[in-house]
């Protein structure tokens, strides 16, 4: 089962992000990632996403030198798509909006083709 951790503070919480995915890595999960923007006025989204354990997405983390006030962690439990990164959480539109979701949306693809006819383009096999 997945795990959703968000935070919001006026320092950096990318460890509160993924302490909190550690915290949840008990419940199962093949991928993890994060999307962090550096403040409210922030145009860019961060993200970062891993298949494998939450110690992998931390290091990679570390390395990309990723720092935030604002975001959102998510430890995936795949039910549509296959184990990886493109199908790991966040998943992210034009890098302005991240999402994560937990279980299944069973009208995936009539919502998807709405979004597509909108031009929307989907980068992931995911449901979300
Ligand atoms: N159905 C979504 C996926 O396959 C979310 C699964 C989950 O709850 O982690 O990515």
């Known amino acids: 089962m997945c795990g959703i951790v968000a935070a919001i503070a ?4 990318v460890s509160i992000l993924t302490d909190g995915l550690s915290k949840l890595e008990y419940r199962g999960y093949d991928s993890a990632g994060v ?3 550096a403040s409210a006025a922030s145009t860019q989204i961060q993200t970062v996403r891993r298949t494998g354990r939450v110690a992998q997405l931390v290091a990679q983390i570390s390395a990309d ?6 975001g959102i962690g998510h430890t995936r439990w795949a039910t549509h798509g296959g184990v990886t990164e493109a199908n790991a959480h966040p998943h992210t539109s ?5 999402v ?3 279980g299944i949306i ?3 693809e009539e919502l998807r083709a709405a979004l597509q006819a909108k031009g929307y383009v989907f980068t ?3 449901d979300t």
């Open 35 to 37: 999307a962090v923007i």
């Open 106 to 108: 069973e009208n995936h």
């Open 94 to 98: 034009n890098n302005n909006i991240a």
């Open 100 to 102: 994560v979701h937990n």
């Open 10 to 13: 006026q320092r950096n919480i």
């Open 124 to 126: 992931s096999q995911t």
């Open 65 to 70: 030198k990723v720092a935030g006030t604002r």
